[in-house]
């Protein structure tokens, strides 16, 4: 069984800043990739950033420059700084990771339950 649990949202005023934190916890073997997906209302979901286990980073344009993933791979967790906050970064924010568990040895996505990030103007 695995949990990603996720931290940090809540309501800021533009310009301001935010830190979300994933940590992951339960039978890990491994962790490849993370990431952090976010859903704004009305829109699909779409991948913000992401880290492999090695530490390439690649972002969504809309957030360049303003983002930065980063992961600790001795805590299983990643986080997402969020600094020049807009508007239009306003959703719920939900942490993934592709995890090979021991227990059964298989590769699988997980996701976390999401995090409300509000951003007003």
């Known amino acids: 069984q695995v949990q990603l649990v996720e931290s940090g949202g809540g309501l800021v005023q533009a310009g301001g800043s935010l830190r979300l934190s994933c940590a992951a916890s339960g039978s890990i073997f491994a962790i490849n990739f993370m990431g952090w997906y976010r859903q704004a209302r009305g829109n699909q979901r779409e991948l913000v950033a992401a880290i492999t286990r090695t530490g390439s980073t690649n972002y969504v344009d809309s957030v360049k420059g303003r983002f930065t993933i980063s992961r600790d791979n001795t805590k299983n967790t990643v986080y997402l700084q969020m600094n020049s906050l807009k508007p239009e970064d306003t959703a719920v924010y939900y942490c993934?990771?592709?995890?090979?568990?021991?227990?059964?040895?298989?590769?699988?996505?997980?996701w976390g339950q999401g995090t409300q990030v509000t951003v007003s103007s």
């Open positions: 993934n990771a592709r995890i090979r568990t021991t227990v059964p040895p298989r590769e699988n996505d997980y």
